[in-house]
């Protein structure tokens, strides 16, 4: 502590030394670390500190904390790299619509270059059209993401009604499905190797976790206490998916849970990997296609101009 106490004087900034001074006064009392992080730490981080200190592996819990972590923000920055292109192009086509359509076709046909009747052809009507829409509708699509976005990280971790099955299959859930399930299932794995039981551990996660994995850490933990310790069987539920419990049952069940469990981890990571994949090239084919669209009515829109122009000056 004191090495790091150090450093970070040496190179930490006024933030991080106030909740490493925070900590020392929370060890210096005889309480845990984890109580003095509570202020200045994610609650997942909070959880791992106090388990780890609790049953004595702190090291391992922390390195499959941070190695989850990584893997996530690797992933993200991986997901955001391969979505900037399309999502970029897509973005400029919208723009380079909506000006072309509300600036330059207006001038054109208020010239009278379409007809007598200073009436636009169909295509830079539909155009003029689409770019109309998209000059309002655009910003108020990018709102309402926002907003729904906004109520998702709210309701995801909160709210575990019976209604919300109804809404499990939908991808947002899922993806956020297999990220509680991929942690209860790693913290489970590394605490059963240092001999803790799987009710303590049900009963551990249950008071930190999420409202949203308490719900059926609560189911698990009823159906251990009944004497349920089939493992496929104690985690049925809407959290671990049909294939899943497939995988489980066809685990050599003479292997030690913890490594079963770890096991089941890695294929749920993959499953999750998949998700994502999937996800990304249908949102990159979509924006590749509405580019092309925008981009080839533009391309005949303002074809039809030159020709028009063309032939005014003859």
Known sequence: ??????????????????????????????????????????????????????????????????????????????????????????????????????????????????????????TAQIVHRLAEF????????????????????????TVAAPWRRHLESLYIFRVYRRTQLISFLRTSSILLHHNVSFAAILQELKALSTPYLRHYLTIFLARVRRGEFEVAQLLRSPLVDKTILFRLQCQNPKLPLNERLDTLAVYVEGDLDRLLVRAQHLIAAACFFLAGCFMILLFLALATMMRLLAQGAM
């Open 1 to 122: 502590m004191l090495g790091f106490e150090m450093a970070l004087k040496e190179h930490g900034s006024r933030r991080e030394l106030l909740w490493l001074e925070r900590i020392k006064r929370t060890v210096q009392r005889g309480q845990p670390i984890a109580k003095g992080m509570e202020a200045d730490f994610s609650p997942q981080l909070v959880m791992v500190m106090r388990l780890g200190q609790k049953y004595g592996c702190l090291g391992p819990i922390l390195s499959a904390f941070n190695a989850q972590n990584q893997r996530e923000r690797a992933g993200l920055v991986l997901w955001m790299k391969k979505m900037s292109y399309p999502l970029l192009l897509c973005l400029v086509s919208c723009i380079a619509l909506i000006f072309i359509g509300t600036q330059v076709l207006p001038r054109f046909a208020d010239q009278g270059v379409f007809d007598d009747a200073h009436q636009m052809t169909v």
């Open 134 to 157: 998209l000059l309002i509708g655009l910003p108020l699509i990018v709102g309402v993401g926002i907003l729904i976005a906004i109520g998702l990280r709210w309701l995801l971790p």
